[in-house]
Nanobody
Framework: QVQLVESGGGLVQAGGSLRLSCTASGRTFRSYAMGWFRQAPGKEREFVAAVSWSGGNADYADSMKGRFTISRRYHENTVYLQMNSLKPEDTAVYYC?????????????????WGQGTQVTVSS
């Protein structure tokens, strides 16, 4: 019903920046929140950030606050994750996700659709 495609990952030096994009397509007859999660090798999936349908409300994991910015234009189907001051520990596969409805949540199981992920690698 909803398909998600992420892009923008790659290799970057510590302290550098990347901008991830995620575009949702398909039949969306109601509002939905969009979020980013990440998973490093051998680690469990971790919440990164989420933004409401309106783009006016956002939530971040504590370790990302001040470095990452999630953005979304009003009722658009593309979400961005601007990542600054990247650290080696940010290395992971980053996944875009959609949750039907406008409410935000950091709980992955509440999201309804997931993208395939994009690799972010931060070198020392």
């Amino acid at each position: 019903q909803v398909q998600l495609v992420e892009s923008g990952g790659g290799l970057v030096q510590a302290g550098g920046s990347l901008r991830l994009s995620c575009t949702a397509s398909g039949r969306t007859f109601r509002s939905y929140a969009m979020g980013w999660f990440r998973q490093a090798p051998g680690k469990e999936r971790e919440f990164v950030a989420a933004v409401s349908w309106s783009g006016g409300n956002a939530d971040y994991a504590d370790s990302m606050k001040g470095r990452f910015t999630i953005s979304r234009r009003y009722h658009e189907n593309t979400v961005y994750l601007q990542m600054n001051s990247l650290k080696p520990e940010d290395t992971a596969v980053y996944y875009c996700a959609v949750k039907m409805g406008n409410d935000l949540t950091s709980r992955g199981y509440e999201y309804d659709y997931w993208g395939q992920g994009t690799q972010v690698t931060v070198s020392s």
